[in-house]
């Protein structure tokens, strides 16, 4: 743009003006340095930006350095009070204490030596910091306490481990009130995050009857799924694909399905298909098979966390580490089924699809269901690949995220990352509904 610009002022000045050329020349020498310093700044600050989204350091960002390891404290052995006697006598988190001392049917159970429960509570600081409605009713803050603690006993190394990567807590996960809710845990270089938000166990109390954790935040009630897509920038390609295919009407409708599993593709998942490809799929031609494409990704009825799995129609909750059978979940597009295992990624579990891909960033809770982030799409396999007895797919693992357009590679250096119109519309063919394509 900027030099077509140039070119035309430079033609417009040697004619009418009679500026020599050369000016024009040194005119158009400075512009392009000062586009290449431009440019190389821009780029390095969206590679930090992706680094920073991809990496999810987000989470960590906010974590006061203070405060950090210096707190955690060792529990008292042997103590024999229970959890709400050790809460009562607590001056850190006397708000929460405050919140539930009306409510029996929570301080009750803690304070029964023979019910075990494990507490993530938010510790005074938070309930200033935080964003409540000033006239909410008391069951909101009823709703809120329970999404605070979950049956079983979790101590403090238990979180550390590998194998939790999500624990209960007392909400409902879905409308018929066979599960209950999760709550992610993530282990970040030793520092523990609750639903991305909550952050750091600073404390750990030990009763009778289980573990009380002190926590920096509130931990909010899950937003729905549409919700978290739409305020994730890194699914925007994928949010903008479920309103353009209409799949996003399913989607979003939380009366349609009891829960949901979402494989969510990022925006480097779309970027790797290449221009080409992604032009295709935004058009309307491409919209039968974009459609086809998203429903991969979506899994009905089902929720599949990195540690756990909520069976459909209230089938019962199954325990999930590395040893564990694979799962097949069914995707939106009938007779299309996920394979999934789990698997160690940077020392925590995470879930594998189809023998390839690892999600990037798993256990986003929603209001209803969960979310995983995977930063490759969910391509049927190709004819060539059914031949290969390879059947999972293309092989994206080499292109890396070099198809973006700041990660300019020279074109001897450039991986063949993209797909072919062509190739993408066979693969997807078997797919598209009947009638979708006109
Ligand atoms: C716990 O209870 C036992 C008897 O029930 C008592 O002997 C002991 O001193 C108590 N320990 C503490 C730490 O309160
Ligand atoms: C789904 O919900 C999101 C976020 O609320 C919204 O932006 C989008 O338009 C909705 N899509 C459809 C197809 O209803
Ligand atoms: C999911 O569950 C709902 C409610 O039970 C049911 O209406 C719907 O048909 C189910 N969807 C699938 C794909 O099984
Ligand atoms: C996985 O779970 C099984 C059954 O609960 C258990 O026997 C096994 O030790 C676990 N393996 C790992 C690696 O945690």
């Keep these: ?191 523990i995050a609750f639903n991305h938000v909550g952050k750091y166990v600073g404390k750990q109390l030990k009763a009778v009857n289980g573990y009380v954790h002190h926590i920096s935040t509130t931990l909010y009630l899950p937003d729905s799924t549409s919700e978290v897509i739409r305020d994730n920038p890194s699914f925007e390609t994928f949010r903008r694909g479920l309103i353009f295919t209409n799949v996003g009407v399913k989607v979003n409708d939380t009366q349609r399905h009891t829960s949901q599993t979402i494989f969510a593709p990022s925006n480097i998942a779309f970027k790797k298909l290449g221009l080409k490809a992604n032009k295709f799929l935004f058009s309307p031609w491409g919209k039968p098979y974009l459609a086809a494409l998203l429903r991969n990704h979506v899994v009905e009825n089902r929720t599949l966390f990195t540690d756990m799995y909520l069976q459909a129609k209230g089938a019962g909750k199954i325990g999930l580490n590395t040893t564990s059978e694979p799962i097949r979940l069914p995707t939106m597009n009938s007779g299309v089924d996920l394979e999934t295992s789990i698997v160690l990624n940077e020392n925590r579990q995470s879930i594998r699809l189809n023998d390839k891909t690892v999600a990037s960033d798993p256990d986003i809770i929603t209001m209803d269901g969960v979310i995983h982030k995977i930063d490759e799409l969910l391509l049927p396999p190709s004819l060539g690949d059914y031949l290969d007895g390879v059947g999972h797919g293309i092989d994206l693992d080499h292109r890396s995220s070099g198809s973006a357009w700041y990660n300019f590679r020279w074109p001897w250096n450039a991986p063949s990352s993209e797909i072919s119109v062509d190739e993408l519309m066979e693969r997807l063919q078997p797919l598209v509904e009947k009638g979708e394509v006109s």
């Design 1 to 191: 743009m900027s030099i077509r610009v140039t070119f035309n002022s430079h033609t417009h000045q040697t004619e009418t003006m009679g500026v020599p050329l050369k000016r024009t020349l040194t005119k158009l020498f400075r512009f392009a340095i000062v586009g290449v310093v431009l440019a190389i700044a821009l780029q390095t600050y969206l590679r930090q930006r992706q680094e920073y989204f991809y990496s999810g350091n987000d989470i960590v960002k906010h974590i006061p350095t203070e405060n950090r390891h210096e707190t955690f404290q060792e529990p008292e052995e042997n103590s024999n009070a229970t959890l709400w006697q050790l809460m009562l006598q607590d001056p850190t988190i006397t708000e929460f204490v405050k919140l539930n001392t009306p409510f029996g049917d929570i301080n009750g159970p803690l304070d029964d030596p023979s019910q075990i429960w494990t507490l993530y509570v938010p510790i005074d600081s938070a309930y200033k910091d935080a964003l409540h409605p000033t006239d909410a009713p008391p069951f909101y803050w009823k709703f809120l306490s329970l999404n605070h603690f979950g049956s079983g006993a979790v101590s403090y190394d238990d979180m550390l481990a590998s194998t939790t990567t999500t624990v209960e807590s007392r909400i409902p996960h879905d409308i018929f009130f066979n599960y209950r809710q999760r709550i992610s845990v993530k282990n970040q270089k030793g520092e």
